[in-house]
């Protein structure tokens, strides 16, 4: 459906890139307990409850792997953002950091010089829609900001649309936005530093006319 979200793996592209990323690297699967796909997915919090409830059976995660992922690949060509190595290691630092790997000093730095150099918007776009939204490029910044060796951080909790902070960042859950009662912010301030970007897609939820964001 293209995405659900601003923010890291709320998005068909994050999870596609997340699924073939071990393929891609010559890793052995075979004796994996758990998928990546099972690793990645965060459930469409508009999608109906038979549908939440299939999103988290093995079969949905084996689907997602085994069929929709084969069959979109072919359709990418080399020059597709969809395959470039630089956002797919910026989606392998998250998953590393998601499941609170051990990533040295230098890999950390590698993975934050990366940021500035993937394309990121504010809104949808009608041709291609590909690397960063704003609120999930501050809260990778974040996640680097705030990384704890072996320590897992969540990517799903509420983050600052502003600055990326979660919950275990700031000693409070962050503020719902009361009118779109999707974006959320850690202070005021940052709720209103970030109103310019935000008021363009700040829509009540009985007005919205699409999923996709």
């Known amino acids: 459906m293209g995405r659900w979200g601003w923010r890291l793996f709320e998005g068909d592209q994050d999870l596609d890139v997340a699924c073939s ?109 590909h690397g960063f939204r704003t609120p999930g490029k501050v809260q990778f910044l974040a996640a680097l900001d705030h990384y704890q060796p072996g320590v897992p951080r969540s990517f799903q909790e509420p983050s600052c649309f502003m600055c990326g902070k979660i919950e275990d960042d700031i000693g409070h859950k962050p503020l719902q936005c009361k009118k779109c009662k999707v974006a959320t912010y850690c202070s ?7 109103w310019r970007e935000h008021r363009v897609s700040c829509i009540p939820p009985g007005q919205r006319r699409m999923l996709n964001v």
């Open 21 to 129: 990323l071990v393929d891609g690297l010559g890793v052995n699967t075979d004796s994996w307990e758990h998928s990546l796909s099972a690793m990645v997915h965060q459930t469409d919090m508009l999608a109906p409850p038979e549908a939440a409830a299939f999103y988290i059976t093995p079969e949905y995660a084996d689907k997602l792997a085994n069929e929709t992922i084969p069959w979109s690949r072919p359709g990418s060509g080399p020059d597709d953002l969809f395959l470039e190595n630089k956002y797919r290691t910026i989606i392998l630092g998250a998953l590393m950091i998601r499941a609170g790997a051990r990533i040295n000093a230098a890999d950390l730095q590698h993975l934050r010089d990366l940021v500035p150099q993937i394309n990121c918007t504010s809104r949808r776009m009608i041709f291609g829609d």
């Open 188 to 194: 005021k301030e940052c709720q209103s530093d970030q």
